[in-house]
């Protein structure tokens, strides 16, 4: 029974809808129709346990006046029928509306639902651009995607089992103390009025307070986790306390915000205490004073005490609950910053797949400055023709990063447009362009996975054999296979670490390359793929690098010039824009601008003074 009602959502399913609306019902309507029927079940079963709680009172009236009128004789042929109605609904039928209440809440909502509004949370915002993750902590992106699940899933639940349940009661205990004596009434109405106020004055600012205090606490979080993912740099620069006041000012900003919300439950919690205390009084003294002038029987006080002092007891657990619901409320708030926004970089809705027939790649007109006014490139023309090795040259800021991120569609063109085969990048799909491109990046961060894991992540379809010729051809073979990691998985199996930790910046590389010759893309992007390699191990990659290139459309960045100067054109950029484009041999007899950064170079490497402002 347990499985069948945990199996009636499939958290992970791909999403019909998966852009989340901006505003917060909206919001949580979007997550909510996708479990509609649990939640209208709930609402039911909901209303029966209210309905059953108020019974009981009502019984035990029945019960106290039937004992009251009844000789002892007759009291089980004159009562039995009550008696026996009590005991169905105390026995039989609370417990089993209880049990149906926890299989929809635990069972079928609270790790499925929980999962999906995960799921689905994230398969959205990893959707979005490059730019997005570089505007952000990941650690606060991530726990508002991890918070935000449990808080629309409590918010909703607690809605229905909380104010639904406390409606259908209070109206119940009205209806019975009326029946009784429309004075009876009275107290529970007046009750109901001032907890009203007490919540149209509190909740509110509790909410406001909550959203601060959870902003705070993704804060907090994002600046933990920046501290753990440069460790590296904090103990290499020796700045331990400088990284203690930097988090220690977002903890005590977290612990003020919690307080003043804490300042708030405090008064709520007395306030209502009072106001119980004196509906219990009031309660109790009115029904005394109606039966001693005969106008309710003795049984109506036995309800209406029992009646009024649940009513109390819940409300204080109501009131906490309304109080998690707007605590929750500013969590989902505060997610929905990061995940109900809209997609930056979305592909077009008539988006066609890349086809790559030859592997030509045109820059026409392109200009471009991440928004700013001074541009990175400025009419920049470039043709690659199919099959074609060229080298990007220039000092640091020169925009050929720029150029690579434009050909991968990682931001949106100013002006311009690029083609493949003649096709406009910006009518394809993302994912068709990157999977046509292999890149290799200076900068090389390693999935938290196997070395297996990490090379497959080029093909997902490849064999053993075809994962260690990659590993083979980028000469990684041999230091694979005496990894081990803490969990004493060897080789293949061992894993890397955060972003590759546990590897040196030259084994981070060569498994890269490994992953690119996997991919076996038509089209290759090497921006300083060989820069952490020492010059004995980079000069056995580069027959295999041949091998790879082979027929392919290259276009390769470097500041060693000495790795790009057999490349078949090398294109020089200045500013923005190609200052000159020719052979290596061709550029030198210019003496121009590659001329002068050749012979500036000291080993093979760029003098400093030409390495400006990163790109």
Request: glycine share 6%; charged share 20%; hydrophobic share 50%.
């Amino acid at each position: 029974m347990f499985s069948r009602f945990e199996r009636f959502l499939t958290p992970t399913a791909a999403p019909e809808h998966p852009e989340p609306p901006p505003s917060l019902l909206a919001f949580l309507w979007h997550f909510a129709r996708q479990a509609k029927w649990l939640f209208a079940a709930l609402f039911v079963v909901e209303l029966l346990v209210a309905l059953g709680d108020s019974a009981v009172p009502w019984f035990i009236g029945r019960v106290v006046t039937l004992v009251t009128k009844t000789p002892p004789e007759r009291l089980v042929a004159d009562g039995w029928p009550w008696f026996l109605g009590m005991a169905v609904v105390v026995i039989v039928v609370r417990p089993a509306v209880t049990f149906t209440r926890y299989l929809i809440t635990n069972q079928a909502i609270a790790a499925p639902f929980t999962g999906l509004i995960r799921w689905q949370s994230h398969w959205h915002v990893v959707r979005q651009s490059w730019a997005f993750f570089q505007n952000d902590f990941a650690g606060r992106i991530s726990n508002r995607v991890m918070q935000t699940g449990p808080s629309v899933r409590s918010t909703l639940t607690a809605t229905i089992t909380t104010v639904w349940y406390i409606f259908v009661y209070g109206a119940s205990a009205i209806a019975l103390t009326a029946a009784a004596d429309r004075w009876l009434a009275v107290p529970i109405l007046l009750w109901f009025c001032a907890y009203a106020a007490l919540l149209l004055y509190f909740v509110p600012r509790m909410r406001d307070r909550s959203k601060r205090s959870s902003e705070a606490r993704s804060t907090l979080m994002g600046r933990i986790v920046d501290s753990y993912t440069n460790i590296l740099t904090v103990k290499l620069f020796a700045r331990a306390n400088d990284e203690d006041q930097y988090v220690r000012r977002a903890v005590d900003r977290h612990v003020d915000l919690f307080s003043a919300a804490q300042r708030l439950l405090t008064a709520f919690g007395t306030i209502l205490d009072l106001l119980n205390a004196l509906l219990i009084a009031g309660s109790g003294a009115l029904a005394l004073l109606l039966w001693r002038y005969g106008a309710v029987e003795v049984g109506a006080i036995a309800m209406v005490l029992p009646l009024t002092f649940q009513l109390t007891n819940m409300s204080r657990q109501i009131a906490m609950r309304i109080t998690e619901i707007f605590e929750d409320l500013g969590v989902v708030q505060e997610g929905m910053l990061t995940i109900a926004r809209p997609l930056q970089l979305p592909d077009p809705v008539d988006a066609l797949p890349l086809t790559v027939r030859a592997g030509r790649v045109e820059f026409n007109n392109v200009s471009f400055g991440y928004g700013r006014e001074a541009g990175v490139l400025q009419d920049f023309n470039l043709t690659i023709r199919p099959g074609e090795k060229i080298g990007l040259v220039g000092r640091s800021g020169a925009g050929k990063s720029t150029v690579v991120n434009l050909l991968l569609r990682f931001f949106p063109l100013e002006i311009g447009s690029i083609l493949i085969d003649g096709q406009d990048i910006s009518q394809l799909t993302q994912e068709s362009l990157r999977a046509q491109i292999s890149v290799v990046t200076q900068d090389t961060s390693l999935l938290h996975r196997s070395i297996r894991a990490n090379i497959r992540y080029g093909r997902s379809s490849a064999s053993e054999e075809e994962i260690e010729r990659a590993a083979r051809l980028a000469h990684a073979h041999e230091f694979i296979l005496e990894l081990e990691d803490w969990h004493e998985r060897r080789g293949y199996d061992a894993h890397v670490g955060e972003r590759g930790v546990k590897l040196s910046g030259g084994q981070r590389q060569r498994i890269a390359i490994a992953r690119v010759i996997l991919k076996d893309a038509p089209i290759l992007v090497f921006d300083e793929a060989t820069s952490a390699l020492d010059s004995e191990v980079e000069a056995a990659i580069q027959s295999s690098l041949g091998t790879l290139m082979a027929g392919k459309t290259v276009i390769a960045i470097a500041h060693r010039l000495s790795t790009i100067a057999q490349m078949d054109r090398l294109v020089v950029l200045e500013n923005g824009r190609i200052a000159e484009q020719g052979s290596h041999r061709d550029l030198l007899a210019q003496n121009g601008h590659y001329a002068a950064l050749w012979r500036r170079q000291a080993g093979g490497f760029i003098d400093a003074s030409d390495l400006q402002a990163a790109e």
